[in-house]
C-alpha cells in the first residue's frame, strides 16, 4: 500500500473518531462523575498558592550538587507529607559533577582585555546582587590551560567548519568562538563539534541577534537579555548516553560500579567558557582576517571577521569534578484498585541560577497540582491507578535524577509505567506548546476544549490562536488541525528521556512559552516572571489544572485512551517525509497500514463496549495490560547503531537535541549506508507487525 492510498484510512478513522463518546476511555455514565470529579480538582489551584511556592523556590540559586538544592529536596519532601502524599522517599545517587573553581578569559594581544563572565546587577531588582551568583561556566568542560589565536565560527555547526577551511582557515590549537543560534542546537554539540575538529578551547556568546536588544526590550525594562546576560549550560555528550558518565546504564547507586572518567565518552575532552555579548564585543572587535560571510555578520554593529591571528587569547578553567550526591525525592498517592499501574508526573528541581522560568515555574505549578490532590484525598479520594510524583535533581548536567532513577527501577517501570508527564518549565508565556508521543497527541487536544484559559475562551481556542500565529512566523504552510496541533517529533533536552527512549513507556510534555530572552542567565528570576513571564500567575494555575486533569484521565479510565490510529497516521507521515533512496520501503509500507486498520478497529470496538455498556471488569484490565504493552514492542534491546543505550525504533534525538524519527533509519539513509538502513526498515517493520497483531488480539476480547 501507498502512502498515497492510506488517505483513504484517514478518513475512515476520522469518521470512526466521530462516534466515540465525548470522554475517550469512558463509558456515558463514568464520563459524568470523572466530569465532576476533574472540575472537584480543577477548583483548588489558586495563583496566589503558586506564587507563594514560586517565591520560595527561585529565592536563591540552586544548581545540582550545591546545599539549597538539597535544602529544597527537603522542603518538598516535607511539603508532600504534609499535603497528604504516601510514601514520600528521598532516593540519594552520587554522579560525576562539574563546578566551577576559577575561569580565566583574556585577550593578551593585540591589546589587554579580561572578560568579566559576570552580569550586572539592578537595582529595582536586588535578586540580581545575590554574591551567590556564579559567573559564566559551562558544566563538564574540561580543565587546562592554553593562550591561542581566535577564531569566528558562527554558530559551531560542522558546515560553519567547512566555510573557514575553505578560508584557509584551519581551527587546530586554537580557541574558536561561536554564538548561540536560533534556530537551537545543542551548546554540547557545538563542543563536540569543535573537539573534533581539534580546537584548544571554545567560547559561546550569545548574541543580541538571538535573545538580545534585535528582539526587543531587555531586562529590566522587558523580557529579552541585556549586554551582560550569559546563558550558563552543561556540554556534556548526554546525546550519546545520558545521565551520570560514570554508571552509563545503569543507577549510581551505593556500591555501584563506576567507570573512570578517562573512559566515559559522555565527558567532553574540550575546555568551554559561556560569555556575555558584553565580553565577547572586545574580541570580535579586534578580529581581523578574511570578513566573514554575510549570514555569519550578527547583531552588533560592528563587522564580523574570521581571525585566526591578532587576537590571541589566554584561557584557563579549573572545575571541580569530584562526586556530589543528586537528590530524587519521590511521592506517592497509590492506586485503590490498580495499585500496579504508575502515571507518572516529573518535573525537574535544579537550576543554573535562582531559574524562575527553567525549572522553578514548573515546580510551583507542581507543588499547587499536589495541593489541589492532597486536599481531594483528605475528603476520601483515592485514584484507581496509583499516582507517582517526582522531583528530578541534575537534569541540567546530563538529564541525571531522572536517567539514574529510571535505571534503578528500570524493570518495575517497564511493565507497570502507563505514561510519565514531564513538565520541565511550565511557563515563560502564555502560548500552549505540548509535545507527546502520536497515540497520546489525541487525549491532550481532547482535554484542552474542557480546560478554561485565563482569557474566558477554551485553552483549545487559544492553543488554535497561538499554534496559527507561531507557524506564520515560522513559515510552516500546514494549516493548524487537531491532528497536528500537538508536536509529535520529540527532541531529547528534558527528564522524559529515560522514560520514551530507554524503557519505552509513553511520554508526554507540557508546557506554556512566549518571548524569553534570559534562559540559563542570572535574569531568569522571580523578577522576571513576577514582570513578563507571567504576572498574575495564572499560567502557572494553568499548568497545575491541566497537568492534574491529564494524569486523573488516565489514573481514572476504564479503557486506557490510547489512539492508536492517530499513532499509525504519525509514522506514516514520518515515514514518507524520508529519502528512499536504494531501500524498499514496501513491506515497511504495508505494516503501517495494517497497524493502522488494526487501531481504527480497536478504536471503534472500544467505543462500542463503553457506549454500550459491555464491559466486563476483567476484560477491561485484560485491554489495558494490551495498550501497556504497545509502547514496548517498539523496542530494539540493540538500541541504535553505535547509541545502544537509545532503545527506541520510534523516536530519538539527534546530537543537536533536534527529534529524529524513525531514527535507525533515517541515520543510515543520512549516511546513505542502505544495508544498515534495509536492516533498521525490517526491525521496523517487525515492531509495526507484533503490534498490529497485538491490536487485533485485544479486538477479539471485546464484545
Ligand atoms: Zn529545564
Not at 167 to 182: E, Q
Not at 644 to 661: M, Q
Amino acid at each position: 500500500m501507498t502512502i498515497r492510498s492510506m488517505s483513504i484510512w484517514i478518513l475512515m478513522a476520522a469518521s470512526l473518531n466521530a462516534q466515540e463518546s465525548a470522554m475517550t476511555g469512558y463509558s456515558r455514565e463514568r464520563a459524568r462523575s470523572q466530569q465532576q470529579l476533574e472540575e472537584q480538582f480543577r477548583a483548588i489551584p489558586s495563583p496566589e498558592e503558586v506564587k507563594k511556592q514560586h517565591r520560595y523556590f527561585t529565592a536563591e540559586p540552586h544548581p545540582a550538587g550545591s546545599e539549597r538544592n538539597h535544602e529544597l529536596a527537603l522542603y518538598i519532601a516535607d511539603t508532600w507529607k504534609q499535603q497528604g502524599m504516601d510514601d514520600v522517599r528521598i532516593h540519594r545517587y552520587d554522579v560525576l559533577t562539574s563546578l566551577p573553581r576559577s575561569i580565566t578569559v583574556e585577550m593578551v594581544s593585540p591589546a589587554a582585555y579580561r572578560a568579566s563572565l559576570r552580569e550586572e546587577p539592578y537595582d529595582v531588582d536586588p535578586d540580581t546582587k545575590n554574591p551567590a551568583i556564579r559567573g559564566g561556566w559551562l558544566s563538564m568542560s574540561a580543565s587546562g590551560e592554553v593562550t591561542a589565536p581566535l577564531v569566528y565560527a558562527h554558530s559551531g555547526n560542522p558546515a560553519d567548519y567547512d566555510v573557514l577551511r575553505r578560508n584557509g582557515i584551519s581551527v587546530k590549537g586554537k580557541i574558536v568562538l561561536v554564538r548561540y543560534s536560533n534556530p537551537y542546537s545543542y551548546r554540547g554539540f557545538k563542543a563536540l563539534t569543535a573537539q573534533r575538529e581539534g580546537a584548544a578551547g571554545l567560547l559561546i556568546y550569545s548574541g543580541p541577534a538571538e535573545d538580545g536588544y534585535k528582539r526587543g526590550k531587555v531586562f529590566p525594562d522587558g523580557p529579552w537579555g541585556p549586554e551582560s546576560h550569559i546563558q550558563r549550560g552543561a556540554i556534556t555528550y548526554d546525546f550519546l548516553v545520558p545521565g551520570d558518565p560514570l554508571t552509563p546504564g545503569w543507577a549510581s547507586v551505593d556500591g555501584a560500579r563506576r567507570i573512570p572518567m578517562a573512559d566515559a565518552v559522555s565527558v567532553p575532552k574540550i575546555m568551554a567558557v559561556a560569555m556575555s555579548w558584553g565580553d565577547a564585543r572586545h574580541l570580535i572587535e579586534k578580529m581581523d582576517g578574511p570578513l566573514a560571510p554575510q549570514s555569519w555578520q550578527g547583531g552588533l554593529p560592528i563587522p564580523y571577521h574570521l581571525g585566526g591571528n591578532s587576537v590571541r587569547v589566554h584561557l584557563k578553567v579549573d572545575m571541580d569534578t569530584s562526586p556530589k550526591p543528586n537528590y530524587v525525592v519521590e511521592a506517592r498517592i497509590r492506586g485503590g484498585q490498580l495499585p500496579d499501574e504508575w502515571i507518572l508526573l516529573g518535573n525537574h528541581r535544579d537550576a543554573w541560577e535562582f531559574g524562575a522560568v527553567d525549572p522553578s515555574s514548573g515546580t510551583a505549578s507542581m507543588m499547587e497540582l499536589t495541593r489541589a490532590l492532597g486536599q481531594m484525598k483528605a475528603q476520601g479520594f483515592r485514584p484507581r491507578r496509583t499516582l507517582i510524583l517526582a522531583s528530578w535533581d541534575g537534569e541540567e548536567v546530563g538529564l541525571t535524577g531522572s536517567t539514574e532513577w529510571g535505571e534503578e527501577f528500570a524493570d518495575e517501570l517497564k511493565t507497570k509505567l502507563v505514561a510519565y508527564l514531564n513538565v520541565d518549565w511550565s511557563v515563560s508565556g502564555p502560548n500552549f506548546h505540548p509535545s507527546a508521543i502520536g497515540s497520546l497527541a489525541p487525549l491532550l487536544v481532547e482535554l484542552s476544549r474542557g480546560i478554561t484559559a485565563p482569557s474566558g475562551k477554551s485553552l483549545y481556542q487559544e492553543w488554535r490562536k497561538s499554534a496559527a500565529a507561531a507557524r506564520i512566523e515560522a513559515k510552516d504552510s500546514r494549516p493548524v488541525a487537531d491532528d497536528n496541533l500537538v508536536e509529535t517529533r520529540i527532541g531529547s533536552g528534558s527528564d522524559f528521556t529515560v522514560f520514551l527512549n530507554y524503557l519505552c513507556r509513553p511520554t508526554a510534555e507540557l508546557e506554556f512559552d512566549g518571548p524569553y530572552g534570559v534562559y540559563h542567565s542570572a535574569y531568569d528570576d522571580f523578577f522576571w516572571m513576577s514582570h513578563f513571564g507571567d504576572p498574575g500567575y495564572r499560567y502557572h494555575t494553568l499548568m497545575s489544572q491541566l497537568w492534574g486533569t491529564l494524569a486523573l484521565r488516565l489514573s481514572e479510565a476504564e479503557i486506557l485512551p490510547f489512539d492508536f490510529a492517530a499513532y499509525a497516521r504519525d509514522i506514516a507521515r514520518f515515514a514518507s517525509a524520508l529519502e528512499k533512496g536504494k531501500v524498499d520501503f514496501g513491506s515497511l509500507e504495508q505494516r503501517i497500514a495494517e497497524f493502522l486498520a488494526a487501531g481504527s478497529e480497536l478504536n471503534a470496538a472500544i467505543a462500542r463496549a463503553l457506549a454500550e455498556g459491555r464491559l466486563d471488569a476483567r476484560v477491561a484490565e485484560h485491554v489495558n495490560r494490551n495498550i501497556m504493552q504497545v509502547e514496548s514492542n517498539w523496542a530494539n534491546p540493540d538500541g541504535l547503531p553505535g547509541r545502544p543505550w537509545f532503545k527506541h525504533t520510534l523516536y530519538a534525538a539527534r546530537y543537536t537535541y533536534g527529534h529524529l524519527e524513525l531514527p535507525g533509519l533515517t541515520e543510515a539513509i543520512e549516511k546513505r549506508d542502505f544495508a544498515q538502513a534495509q536492516r533498521q526498515a525490517e526491525i521496523l517493520a517487525r515492531a509495526l507487525q507484533r503490534n498490529a497483531a497485538l491490536l487485533h488480539e485485544t479486538r477479539a476480547m471485546l464484545p
